[in-house]
């Protein structure tokens, strides 16, 4: 056969092989580009073996098929790097497929191109002599010009994405191989020396290379028992094919002769052959490859069932780190978590306690944006060449460059990137393993959805511990703290406030329930940033928030708080967008041993401290002390027959008030009283509710003592100014009422009473049964008064007309329901016109 073919025999082996590997590889678009290419050698090389074996069914047939493989080359190579790069199939190819499939069938039916070659002897052996023709320049046209499109595609896919730039190195050198060693066949150094089929190998080899850098093959599927058992018959075949002379001279056989017995012998000595390199090359692929994969899958499954078990994210980290040391030859790894989105990814852990973790990378770092775009690692030697690399700062590349980075992989939540793992080398000269990418990849991987489940486990630990609003500890884990800091201060001082926001309940109505919660955060932000670390702050009740400050004595404590109510005090000073009221608080302190015995007694001088500041007019501090104690001892069991009956003087001096300014105000106020406390009683309300509407309906109108006489009393019509003063009276009423101790619960009336039941009333202009019911009932109380009195811009409407115009704006002034017992109540006697009086 000689060495051409024996040369010949070893590389379409290599190629068969390569080609069985990859058919029970998983399969894609580039893992089938690349069969085809294989396909397209095996044919060239195998074509060429056989015929110079000259096998059946005859030379002239192997060497077509050699032939079809090296027309098809071209064509298997432009499917190959479109689908490396990306990109899709083009016309060209197809056009040069046509054309070359054309060319070969007139080729092998009238041999116009290139005549099979004739066998002549030289030396004793065979050799093939080709006849060329200047008509063999119709195979070399196309291809030449298809080769140089080819060029072009790959310039174009390199300029679009210079990432692929490096990973084309090895393809090109595998073509460049593949053309010089075709080139040198004219060379007469190498006449008779096969270096094209050499050149064959060496490129499916870079080819495979190539695959592998990109992380499209895994070797394990060597070990594949198809693939063993192909393996071990390719070689069976090229052993059984160099030891059959010699087997034939040792048993002096022939097959013309002894046919049956050298079959039989032949058949035993094959499956010898075959059972022994089967067995070989398992044994080779268990120890070099798959040793070291279960050693790898161990350790990963070892991995995996430690971090299952904890929920800390730190225990996480330091296991993630540890298999990665484990597992690859590399240098020192970080880790950098995001505490919050925005927020930087500062280092959080390394397989060095003494590592310097003072850095971060900005979320808007092209490297991190890149990671959370891609589920791979990144090859930092390959990401140099990136269009992100080239967008990135030089402090940042700096960073990267001086701790010789070999691999960026993102510890990614969903689409979230919770984390980045930054892997060195100790040199920067150190060989890159490209299997080290999976191993990343599966260790990362599995710890992202580990920190996910402890970030789940920590996030709800938080809120069953913090009030969801202002986060600031919630009441029930308060408690806790306070019983264990009790424990721990026997033998210290233990400083407790409480501080109750004053009027939060008017604050709400004036300016709604969303600003409302906006206040209570600023006032929670205050008291955390005053506390800092010096103690801990809770979200005591609605309005409510507790300061437990240990190592505090009283002056301590009250010096702190009295800080914090000046900054709550101005803190709507700050706002651009619309005025505010100020808030003022009332705080209580005392402190354990001083005061209190224990935690039951501590709270409960708090709360009596609060309570005592409550009800002497809030905006103010008490601390708890002894003797404070000993005269407000009777303060929580003092109970009152009917606490309205205390405010009840201060009611009628300022009704007292009104009269002296405007007999009609106080009068008309009487009235109102008399209308809607009737109405209660007939709505079926409690007691308590009714004297909160009578005393509301007292005081409704008390913002009217602001208002000049002129604009009061004025006869004729009221202009803009004059009308936007006389609506000014509901809030300058609630300025007043709101100094008055302990009577905001006459407010939601007060400031309702103008509203209207379609919405179009003031000042908040709040419509339906958002409007409180007692402010309902004002409203139908107030204009059926109003109606039914003499003023001196109109005279009173008789109660037909009233009643009437009470039924026309049922649904659009007052609410239909009350205007429905009004009226029957109007009809049944149960309500009586109260005469009206003079203006």
Not at 487 to 511: G, H
């Amino acid at each position: 056969m000689g060495t051409y073919g024996y040369i010949s025999i070893i590389a379409m082996l290599c190629y068969g092989f390569m080609l069985l590997m990859f058919l029970t590889a998983k399969r894609n678009k580039i893992i089938n580009s690349f069969l085809v290419v294989l396909t397209g050698l095996l044919f060239w090389t195998g074509g060429s073996a056989f015929m110079r074996a000259q096998l059946w069914p005859g030379c002239e047939f192997w060497y077509q098929v050699s032939l079809l493989g090296i027309l098809l080359l071209p064509y298997a190579y432009y499917r190959f790097i479109l689908a490396f790069g990306g990109e899709k199939s083009g016309i060209a190819g197809r056009i040069y497929f046509v054309v070359m499939l054309t060319c070969f069938w007139l080729n092998a039916q009238f041999g116009v191109f290139l005549e099979a070659p004739k066998m002549v002897e030289k030396n004793g052996a065979a050799a093939f002599v080709y006849e060329i023709k200047p008509a063999i320049i119709v195979f070399f046209i196309p291809s030449a010009i298809f080769l140089i499109h080819l060029l072009t595609v790959i310039v174009r896919i390199c300029k679009n994405n210079p990432t692929m730039k490096v990973q084309y190195e090895p393809v090109m050198l595998g073509v460049l191989a593949l053309f010089l060693g075709n080139a040198f066949l004219g060379i007469p150094f190498f006449s008779g020396f096969p270096i094209d089929i050499l050149s064959g190998v060496v490129n499916v080899f870079l080819l495979f290379y190539a695959l592998i850098r990109r992380r499209l093959f895994r070797l394990q599927m060597l070990a594949s028992p198809s693939l063993c058992y192909g393996v071990g018959f390719l070689f069976s075949i090229l052993v059984f094919l160099n030891i059959v002379p010699s087997l034939q001279n040792l048993f002096h056989m022939r097959p013309d002769k002894n046919t049956q017995i050298y079959t039989l012998v032949f058949s035993i000595v094959f499956l010898i052959i075959y059972a022994l390199f089967t067995y070989l090359w398992k044994l080779l692929i268990r120890c070099v490859f798959v040793r070291e994969e279960n050693h790898q899958a161990e350790k990963i499954r070892e991995f995996n069932s430690a971090i299952s078990k904890t929920l800390d994210l730190q225990v996480i980290l330091d296991k993630t780190i540890h298999v990665m040391k484990d597992l690859m030859d590399v240098g020192n790894i970080y880790i950098c978590m995001q505490d919050a989105p925005g927020e930087p990814y500062r280092g959080v852990a390394s397989d060095q306690p003494l590592s310097d973790l003072a850095f971060a990378f900005e979320e808007e770092n092209p490297m991190v944006q890149w990671l959370k775009d891609h589920e791979e690692p990144i090859i930092y030697r390959d990401f140099r060449y990136s269009v992100e690399y080239k967008s990135m700062w030089e402090e940042e590349k700096h960073q990267l460059d001086k701790n010789h980075t070999r691999y960026c992989a993102g510890l990614k939540d969903g689409n979230n990137l919770a984390g980045v793992i930054l892997i060195t080398s100790s040199s920067s000269k150190k060989r890159l393993a490209y299997d080290e990418v999976e191993i990343i990849s599966n260790i990362t991987s599995v710890a992202s959805i580990a920190i996910k489940n402890a970030k789940l486990y920590e996030n709800a630990r938080l809120e069953a511990r913090t009030d969801e609003l202002t986060g600031l500890l919630n009441r029930k884990y308060f408690y806790e703290v306070l019983n264990e800091e009790f424990e721990k201060n026997k033998d210290a001082s233990l400083a407790l406030a409480i501080i109750n926001v004053d009027d939060f309940k008017l604050y709400n109505q004036l300016y709604g329930i969303k600003e409302g919660d906006m206040c209570l955060q600023r006032v929670a932000d205050i008291i955390n940033s005053s506390v800092g670390e010096s103690g801990y702050t809770a979200r005591y009740g609605a309005k409510e928030f507790a300061v437990l400050l240990p190592d505090y004595d009283l002056f301590s404590a009250r010096n702190l708080v009295e800080s914090i109510a000046k900054q709550i005090y101005v803190m709507n000073n700050r706002r651009t967008d619309m005025k505010l009221k100020p808030i003022t608080v009332s705080a209580g302190i005392s402190a354990a041993p001083y005061a209190a015995k224990n935690v039951k007694e501590l709270l409960e001088n708090v709360d009596l401290a609060v309570y005592h500041v409550k009800h002497s007019g809030k905006n103010g501090i008490q601390v708890f002390d002894t003797m404070f104690r000993n005269n407000n001892k009777d303060a929580h069991a003092k109970t009152h027959a009917h606490i309205y009956k205390e405010y009840e003087s201060t009611i009628y001096a300022l009704t007292a008030a009104i009269d002296a300014k405007d007999h009609y105000t106080f009068s008309h106020s009487t009235n109102v009283a008399y209308y809607a406390t009737a109405l209660a009683r007939t709505l079926g309300m409690n007691e308590d509710m009714i004297e909160i509407i009578h005393q509301a309906a007292l005081l409704h109108d008390v913002g009217k003592i602001g208002i000049p006489e002129s604009v009061l009393n004025k006869a004729g019509s009221l202009t803009d100014e004059e009308y936007e003063m006389i609506k000014g009276h509901v809030e300058a009423s609630i300025d007043i009422i709101r100094h008055l101790p302990s009577l905001d619960y006459v407010i939601p009336a007060v400031i309702g009473h103008h509203e209207r039941y379609d919405g179009k009333g003031y000042p908040r202009r709040i419509a339906g049964e958002d409007i409180p019911l007692t402010a309902r009932i004002l409203c139908v109380a107030d204009s059926f008064d109003a109606m039914t009195s003499i003023r001196c811009y109109k005279k009173a409407f008789p109660v037909k007309v009233a009643r009437e115009k009470l039924i026309q704006d049922a649904g659009k002034q007052f609410d239909p329901e009350l205007v429905r017992k009004f009226v029957e109540c109007l009809d049944n006697g149960t309500i009586n016109l109260v005469k009206a009086e003079e203006a």
